[in-house]
Nanobody
Framework: QVQLVESGGGLVQPGGSLRLSCAAS????????MYWVRQAPGKELEWVAT???????FYADSVRGRFKISRDNSKSATYLDLKNLKTEDTAVYYC????????RGQGTQVTVSS
């Protein structure tokens, strides 16, 4: 079955950086577009970024220019590099099979605070 395991979150000051990782198993990773979504406290799940099978990248307006999504098909992994973090980026981040969070894992907490 599909399994997605996120890691790399933490506590960081505004303006800081983090790299999130997602290890995938149970499906043909190279065939799938991969997504990162996030959920802030008290808010709905929000799409963040998408990477296509060939590496094409798509971003929500709120993160474009600060976040970068990538994938390594040889490792069945996707990554999200977060830069110039803002307090409003605080959320649990998930990788998923679509923008609605399908098959997302347990998530990784990102807290941006001074």
């Amino acid at each position: 079955q599909v399994q997605l395991v996120e890691s790399g979150g933490g506590l960081v000051q505004p303006g800081g950086s983090l790299r999130l990782s997602c290890a995938a198993s149970g499906f043909s990773f190279f065939e799938k577009w991969m997504y990162w979504v996030r959920q802030a406290p008290g808010k709905e799940l929000e799409w963040v970024a998408t990477v296509g099978r060939g590496g094409g990248e798509f971003y929500a307006d709120s993160v474009r220019g600060r976040f970068k999504i990538s994938r390594d098909n040889s490792k069945s992994a996707t990554y999200l590099d977060l830069k110039n973090l803002k307090t409003e980026d605080t959320a649990v981040y998930y990788c998923a099979l679509n923008e609605y969070g399908e098959s997302r894992g347990q998530g990784t907490q990102v807290t941006v605070s001074s």
